[in-house]
């Protein structure tokens, strides 16, 4: 029940309509009992600065930053979370004195879904595919788990150099090595972690995948795909049918919200009983959709 003592948190993006984050964290305040609202807004791009000091000014507890705007948020912050300032994209607000801090839960997300599905990054060979936002904060995860090596396999190699040079010159660590699409059968490495952060694949166009070459997927052991939509995409088919394990991007986008909802809420711990129903509802209404 919403009253004037409800704390008030949201998520800018544009666009904003087809964001399940609104069921995700009405859903956890209802299972905690904590009064507080969260409600979806249409941000156009320009009206971002105006948007994030409105927000503060009305008194928000926090808020999300989706696309487009995960980048440039980053100028009308108080103060930064280090992990977000070397990823370069900031998706949580949390309200403190004077302004915003802006934190990265994406990641924080991605290493929460490795924990609890039990798979081990340490000393391990990887292959990202993709090197943009989503790239750069699974980048910073394997770096920080002490990958051995990470392959960076992009359709424009210049983005997988840089992503590789930011990540070497933070970690001070040369384990990321980019890699032009068409030399993907340079690599030998086989039992290898897979991480596909590209938007290819998304619902409505299930039938993409970057690679098509069955030979390629045997090398994968575990592969996690950010789409969460659909459940199973192309890729995670593939791997699947190579023998590998594959998880899809349902996990991130819950966990990613659990420590959203957690930095709003400190002294609320979300049970993973509760973030497992939360993906229950979340399923249904993607069921929906399609
Ligand atoms: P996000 O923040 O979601 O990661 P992004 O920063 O725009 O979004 O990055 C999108 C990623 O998907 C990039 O790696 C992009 O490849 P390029 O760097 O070559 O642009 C990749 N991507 C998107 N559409 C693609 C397509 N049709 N084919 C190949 N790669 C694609």
Known sequence: MVSGKSKICGVMGCPIEHSLSPLMHNFYSERTGTDLIYAPFLVEPGRLKDAVSGAYALGFVGMNVTVPHKQEVMKYLAELDEAAKTIGAVNTLVRMEGGFKGYNTDAAGFKRVMKESGIPVKDRSCILIGAGGAAMAAAFVLAEEGAEKVYVLN????????????????????????????????????????????????????????????????????????????????????????????????????????????????????????????????????????
Request: net charge neutral; with cysteine; hydrophobic share 40%.
């Open 155 to 290: 359709r424009s190699i210049d983005k997988a150099r840089r992503l590789s040079q930011a990540i070497h010159a933070h970690f001070n660590r040369s384990c990321f090595i980019p890699v032009e699409l068409d030399a993907y059968r340079d690599i030998q490495e086989t039992s290898m972690l897979a991480v596909q952060t590209t938007s290819l694949g998304m619902h409505p166009d299930t039938e993409h995948a970057l690679l098509e070459d069955s030979a390629f997927y045997k090398r994968i052991q575990t592969a996690i795909d950010i789409v969460y939509n659909p459940s199973e995409t192309k890729f995670m088919r593939y791997v699947r049918q190579a023998g590998g394990r594959a998880i899809g991007g349902l996990p991130m986008l819950l966990y990613q919200g659990a420590m959203a909802y957690e930095l709003w809420n400190p002294n609320t711990a979300l049970a993973s009983g509760v973030i497992e129903d939360a993906g229950k509802r979340l399923r249904e209404r993607l069921e929906a959709f399609v």
